[in-house]
């Protein structure tokens, strides 16, 4: 069963930088698209980040510059390096496996982490 | 990039039906077959109920189905069941890589 879970959010200062981990269970990372999803709080869902399986990458315009998504295939974990946070960064963010039978869809959801960014 | 827009809320009892839009532009939903729709228990993730517009994954009931027409998205939960109370969210590609969820819409089974 694929399992996803992530960690590394916490409070943080605006401006400040913050690394989210994504471990994968189940599957393996370097075989399917994966995404980060975020949620502000009482909000709804905004896509940040998408990694495919040949490494490509792509950003929401909100973090463009900013964030970078990544992978480990050897400890099959996702990453997501977050750089001069600002407030409106705060949300709760989830990691998300692409389903293999459609194009961008995702299956497989974490229960998130939180990331909070205040003075 | 902006949000797909849902209705806030819709209500029905059970064994009804309920249709939840998803509006979008020529750009999203009017130009390509891949919207999605999650749905989401409070303090929960989201779970994938439809993709592809119209198709289900294995373990979602039939009685959620999905549509297409021009620059909108339905979702449609026949027979409603008390579980089905929760928050739901449309996803389109947008192209060049790119996707956008919709504003989210609750679900109240009266």
């Known amino acids: 069963e694929a399992q996803l879970v992530e960690s590394g959010g916490g409070l943080i200062q605006p401006g400040g930088s913050l690394r989210l981990s994504c471990a994968a269970s189940?599957?393996?990372?370097?075989?399917?698209?994966m995404t980060w999803v975020r949620q502000a709080p009482g909000e709804g869902l905004e896509w940040v980040s998408i990694?495919?399986?040949?490494?490509?990458?792509y950003y929401a315009d909100a973090v463009k510059g900013r964030f970078t998504i990544s992978r480990d295939n050897s400890v099959n974990t996702v990453y997501l390096q977050m750089t001069s946070l600002k407030v409106e960064d705060t949300a709760l963010y989830y990691c998300?496996?692409?389903?293999?039978?459609?194009?961008?869809?995702?299956?497989?959801w974490g229960q998130g982490t939180l990331v909070t960014v205040s003075s | 990039q902006s949000a797909l827009t849902q209705p806030r809320s819709v209500s029905g009892s059970p064994g009804q039906s309920v249709t939840i839009s998803c509006t979008g532009t020529?750009?999203?939903?009017?130009?390509?077959?891949?919207v999605s729709w999650y749905q989401q228990h409070p303090g929960k993730a989201p779970k994938l109920m439809i993709y592809?517009?119209?198709k289900r994954p294995s373990g979602v009931p039939d009685r959620f189905s999905g549509s297409k027409s021009g620059n909108e998205a339905s979702l449609t939960i026949s027979g409603l069941q008390a579980d089905d109370e929760a928050d739901y969210f449309c996803?389109?590609?947008?192209?060049?890589?790119?996707?956008?969820f919709g504003t989210g819409t609750k679900v109240t089974v009266l």
């Open positions: 189940g599957f393996k990372v370097s075989s399917n698209y």
């Open positions: 990694i495919y399986s040949a490494g490509d990458t």
């Open positions: 592809d517009v119209t």
């Open positions: 998300a496996k692409g389903y293999t039978f459609a194009y961008d869809s995702f299956d497989t």
């Open positions: 996803s389109s590609y947008a192209g060049s890589y790119t996707r956008v």
């Open positions: 020529s750009s999203d939903i009017g130009r390509f077959n891949y």
